[in-house]
């Protein structure tokens, strides 16, 4: 797995998105030729583009660097935390949606938005080796919240400043991980 793994970290982030998009239309063309599924198509690719994604990161975790020193918490840690709570949240929407209990889904027309976010969720990733984690997420964040009609510059302040002190605080002093500080901030700064 961890050669698997390897080489898999190695593509570009250009094939792992061409991949992911290609497994989601497999699997978009499966679930709408399956008479019960084809109702919740929406639901389906969502909860599907979901475990791909938790899928990618586990796969990617067993590249991860490990230092001797590293017993209890590794880089590996929190990507597979997350992976784990992920689990039971895709498998008890999935189970809601096959017995019926969860509506289908509404008519929907906002294809543009939908590749914007996606657009905007792959350009922050990309963005990381250049600006840093902390930038790019706080940049996407306003981002988003304009998109999403969020007028208020207090909000569009406040969201990402307490975002990035979160997950500074989480993954700096408590994980002992240091998230990518950016070529250009290092370059700036030093």
Do not use: H
């Amino acid at each position: 797995m961890k050669e698997f793994s390897k080489a898999f970290s190695e593509l570009s982030l250009v094939w792992v998105a061409l991949i992911f998009f290609a497994a989601l239309a497999l699997l978009g063309v499966l679930f709408f030729n399956i008479k019960k599924t084809r109702p919740y198509l929406g639901q389906m690719l969502v909860l599907s583009g979901i475990s791909l994604i938790a899928l990618i990161f586990f796969i990617l975790t067993f590249a991860l660097r490990v230092k001797k020193t590293d017993i209890y918490v590794t880089a590996a840690t929190m990507p597979r935390v997350w992976i784990v709570a992920m689990v039971p949240m895709v498998l008890l929407t999935l189970v809601s949606i096959l017995n019926g209990s969860t509506p289908p889904d509404k008519p929907f027309g906002r294809w543009k938005l939908v590749l914007l976010v996606a657009a905007m969720v792959f350009t922050s990733v990309f963005l990381f080796k250049y600006l840093g984690y902390y930038i790019s997420s706080a940049l996407f964040l306003v981002l988003m919240m304009v998109v999403m009609r969020e007028r208020k510059w207090l909000r569009l302040v406040l969201v990402p400043i307490a975002w990035c002190v979160f997950t500074f605080f989480v993954f700096d002093k408590l994980l002992y991980m240091s998230l990518p500080a950016g070529e250009w901030v290092k370059a700036l700064l030093g």
